[in-house]
Structures are given as C-alpha cells and as structure tokens.
C-alpha cells in the first residue's frame, strides 16, 4: 500500500498546475521525480493537464507513470 504525505501549497489565484513544475528548481531529485515522462497530475480526482486553472480547495495528486 503507497502512503501519501499530503502538504499544503499556497498558490496565487487562478493558479494553474504548470506552476507546481516549479518543485522541479529544488535540486536533482525533485528534476528526477518531477520530470514530464515521470509523473500526471490530477486534481480533484481527474487527471489533468498543466494548463490546468487551480481553484482554492483543489485536491492535487501526482500519479507515477509506467516506465
């Protein structure tokens, strides 16, 4: 069973998803884990692309892909 360490983002209104991409800037790791052919988004429980608007209260998950 996967456990989900769920964290708090604050963003600024009318956000989109692209942003969160940002996490990418925290180091080799984060470059690695966060990379386009290593993981979806979804939010809300539907995935989603990075053009994505993000309301207040969006549910964002990241969902590994198959490698």
């Not at 991409?21 to 988004?41: C, H, P, T, Y």
């Amino acid at each position: 069973m996967n456990e989900h360490n769920p964290i708090e983002i604050n963003l600024h209104q009318k956000s989109r998803l692209l942003e969160i991409s940002v996490l990418r800037q925290r180091g080799m790791r984060w470059k690695r884990n966060f990379a386009d052919d290593a993981i979806q988004f979804t939010v809300n429980k539907e995935f989603a692309e990075l053009f994505t608007i993000l309301e207040q209260g969006d549910e964002i998950a990241l969902i590994p892909k198959a490698r």
